[in-house]
């Protein structure tokens, strides 16, 4: 059974940080993309990030240069350092590998 796990997110004032994390569990991490995306409240689902198989990464507009992904694959493991953050950052950040979803973690960006 193939999970994702995310963690890390929270209530961050603007110009702050935080480093999400993503765990997989029942599949072979390595041979996989993996994304982020979000889902700002009452908005459609967004794409955030991407680290590929060979570590390329690629990222939306909005987040380049504040966003950065990153990879563990001894530890099954992607994370999403972000700094500068933005009050339009708030959302559900979910952690993506084919077919398979993370359940979310919750980013308020807010004095």
């Known amino acids: 059974q193939v999970q994702l796990v995310e963690s890390g997110g929270g209530l961050v004032q603007p110009g702050g940080s935080l480093r999400l994390s993503c765990t997989a569990s029942g599949i072979t991490f390595s041979a996989y993309a993996v994304h982020w995306y979000r889902r700002p409240s009452g908005k459609e689902r967004e794409f955030v990030a991407i680290?590929?198989?060979?570590?390329?990464?690629m990222y939306s507009d909005s987040v380049k240069g504040r966003f950065t992904i990153s990879r563990d694959n001894a530890r099954s493991s992607a994370y999403l350092q972000m700094n500068n953050l933005k009050p339009e950052d708030t959302a559900v950040y979910y952690c993506?590998?084919?077919?398979?979803w993370g359940q979310g973690t919750l980013v308020t960006v807010s004095y």
């Open positions: 680290s590929t198989v060979s570590n390329q990464t």
């Open positions: 993506n590998v084919q077919q398979y």
